[in-house]
């Protein structure tokens, strides 16, 4: 959690993804029903239609376990329509950083993995570094082995068409939802995102997070005031750790 939960009230958008807060979080909802009466848009997308969903200005339902490609399918609609905080993602992520060559992704699989062991050597994944051993950086984001383009070139595949194919969300709404969300991309706006056990007890819970996590990074919305990624718990120490997976101090993309 980068926010306190008063900060809510001073959100542009609210997305509630993996929790139910109205019933199992109320004190959320408190601060939600504030962010709404100064313009705020409430968005819930869940496999059942819950409190939550009709307190919710948009509803979206999602099949059970398909965050993955739903929030793909997000990212790759801020991607293809250049729809991130700019700014943001050249100074405060690795998005600009370059990857050594070597580097690739087919079919599921990344560089680096050996079957018969079933585990990767990751020395093909680390950053292309300078004679004073400091990464590499490409501010424009072009290079074909920045982070930002590996990054691009993943989501790729997460069409509207495909993302609506595997959740089973219509695709109006499913753009509705993208439009509304990644609006905040601009530095005058910003989204908090909640997600609670709905999100985390999943065998890729953690993957759920990350993909979260990755597109507020490309808003700009971690680490500013109001802009967070909310996990709804009781304790703090609990849940934070193992499902950001990530340090305070650096914020990688991927």
């Known amino acids: 959690m980068t926010n306190h ?5 001073h959100a542009d958008v609210v997305m509630v993804m993996g929790s139910n807060c109205a019933e199992n979080h109320p004190l959320a909802i ?16 869940d ?11 948009m509803y979206t339902k999602v099949r059970s376990g398909t965050d993955i490609a739903f ?15 700019k700014e943001y993602v050249v100074e405060y992520t690795n998005a600009p950083m370059i990857i050594k060559e070597g580097f690739d992704f087919d079919d599921g699989i990344f560089s680096g993995y050996d079957p018969k062991n079933r585990a990767y050597d990751k020395s093909s994944w680390a950053y292309e570094l300078d004679n004073k051993g400091v990464p ?17 070139k993943h989501y790729a595949r997460y069409t509207a068409d495909k993302a609506c194919r595997i959740t089973g969300t219509p695709k109006d709404e499913y753009l509705k939802v993208c439009d ?21 007890q999943h065998t890729h819970g953690t993957q759920n997070i990350r993909s979260y996590v990755i597109l507020q990074l490309l ?22 750790p193992r499902t950001c997976v990530c ?7 991927i």
């Open 5 to 9: 939960w008063i900060d809510m009230q």
């Open 30 to 45: 408190r601060w939600l029903q504030r962010a709404r009466e100064r313009g705020a848009t409430i968005i819930s997308v």
């Open 47 to 57: 496999p059942r239609y819950t409190r939550t969903s009709a307190f919710a200005d």
């Open 71 to 85: 929030v793909g399918g997000m990212i790759n609609y801020a991607l293809e329509n250049d729809r991130i905080h």
């Open 136 to 152: 590499k950086r490409d501010k424009t984001l072009q290079h074909p082995r920045s982070v930002y383009q590996l990054l691009k």
């Open 180 to 200: 509304t969300f990644t609006s905040t991309f601009t530095p005058d706006k910003v989204a908090t995102w909640l997600y609670a056990m709905g999100t985390t």
């Open 219 to 240: 808003m700009g919305n971690i680490g500013r005031a109001v802009a967070a990624s909310t996990p709804c718990v009781v304790n703090r120490t609990s849940r934070d």
């Open 247 to 253: 340090c305070i101090t650096s914020f990688p993309v």
